[in-house]
């Protein structure tokens, strides 16, 4: 491969791992705030509605963390799985919150 071929090469893998970053941080990192919210205000005591807040405010914070993680990982992927594994688990703390007590 010539000099130019692997320059071209590279630059291209730069887009993809800052198209990946991006990726990670807008929509993969509002999807796991969402879902941390949803687990915190499922695991908070008092009223539904104070713990609702409360997780809602704390959910703005994880969503900043999240964009500034995906832009600060060491690659791309490194970022998305990181934050997916987040969503992940969230998803199944409130998943298993709603099986053990039921909806409300």
């Not at 941080?25 to 008092?46: D, N």
């Not at 807040?53 to 959910?59: C, H, K, P, R």
């Not at 690659?75 to 919150?97: C, K, N």
Request: hydrophobic fraction near 60%.
């Amino acid at each position: 491969m010539s000099r130019a071929g692997t320059f071209e090469a590279s630059a291209w893998r730069r887009r993809g791992d800052m198209a990946l970053r991006v990726v990670s941080a807008i929509p993969l990192g509002y999807a796991v705030a969402s879902l941390w919210a949803m687990a915190i205000a499922r695991l908070l005591p008092g009223a539904r509605s104070e713990a609702t807040i409360v997780a809602s405010l704390i959910a703005f914070v994880i969503c900043a963390v999240a964009a500034m993680w995906a832009f600060a990982a060491r690659s791309g992927w490194r970022a998305f799985w990181t934050l997916a594994l987040a969503g992940g688990a969230a998803g199944t703390i409130a998943w298993t919150s709603i099986a053990m007590s039921g909806r409300p």
